[in-house]
C-alpha cells in the first residue's frame, strides 16, 4: 500500500477500524474552560459525555495547528507513502480543511509526495463511511487519483439526517433563541436535522422520540436505491434505536460510528444520525 488515508477525528471511525485499514486520525481539540483534551485521545465518548452532563462549563471545539497536520503526512511519507489523502468535515463547520491544506501544501513542496485534501461537505459518518471504502481500496494499490475521484463520488451520495434529543446544545451554540429552547423542551419536541453542503440545515420538529426516529427512516428511506447504510450514535441505546428504524428498509450490513466528543459538544447527549450511501 503505497497511498495512505487521512482524516480528521470528527469521522467518528472507529479506532479498530481505522488500525485495520490503515487509516490516519488526526485529532480536534475539545475544551472545558482552559482544560484541552485531543479528541478520542486524552478522554474517552463514555468520560466526555458524563463530563458533558454534570460540567457547569459548556465544552467548546478547536481546530489543531497546521503542525499536527504536517507531521501526521511527514511520518507517513516517511513509512514510505507515495502519496496521500485526507478528507475532512465540511469546511462551514470547521477550519480543520483549510489547516490541512495548509500543512500539505508546506510538506509537498519539502517532498514532492503528492497529497490531496478533500472537503467532505459533511461531518462523523458521513465521511467517515466513504474513507473506510477507499481506505480499503488504496490497500489494493489503486492510485491516489483514482481514490480521490472515487472519494468525491462517494461524498456526493452521501445523506446524513440526525435527530437531537435536546435543543438546548443548539441554543447554547447562537442557533437557536433560549425561549424557542424552553418551548421546544416543555412540548418534547425532538429536532430532525440534515448535514448537507457543509452546512446544517433544519428539517422538522417532531413530537415525541419514537416519532422522530420513524421520521428519520421515512426521509431516509426517500433518497433513493441505497448502496451503503451507517449509523452514527452518542450511546448505545441510540444506535440500537437507529438500527430497528435502519432494518425496516435496509436489509444489508449496517456499520456503527460513536460520536465523539467534537461532534457531541454540538449535537448534545442522546443525538444520532442514520446515513446512506446512494446509488445515484
Known sequence: MTVRVVVDSTADIPPARARELGITVVPLLVLFGDEEFRDGVDITNE??????ATSPVMPTTATPPPALFEQAFRSLIADGATGILAIHI????????STSTTAASVVMRDTHVPIEVIDSRTVSAGFGLPAEIVAAEARQGRSLEELAAHARDL?????????????DFLQRGGRIGRAQAMLGTLLSV??????????????EKVRTRSKALDRIGELIARRGELEAVA?????????????TVAQTFWHGPIEHFALGPVVGTHAGPGAGAIVALTRQ
Open 47 to 52: 468520560e466526555f459525555y458524563r463530563r458533558l
Open 90 to 97: 465540511g469546511s462551514e463547520l470547521s477550519a480543520s480543511y
Open 155 to 167: 461524498l456526493s451520495r452521501i445523506h446524513l439526517i440526525a435527530v437531537l434529543d435536546t435543543l
Open 190 to 203: 425532538k429536532p430532525l436535522i440534515e448535514v448537507r453542503d457543509s452546512a446544517v440545515v433544519p428539517l
Open 231 to 243: 449509523i452514527a450514535e452518542s450511546d448505545e441505546t441510540v444506535g440500537k434505536q437507529l438500527e
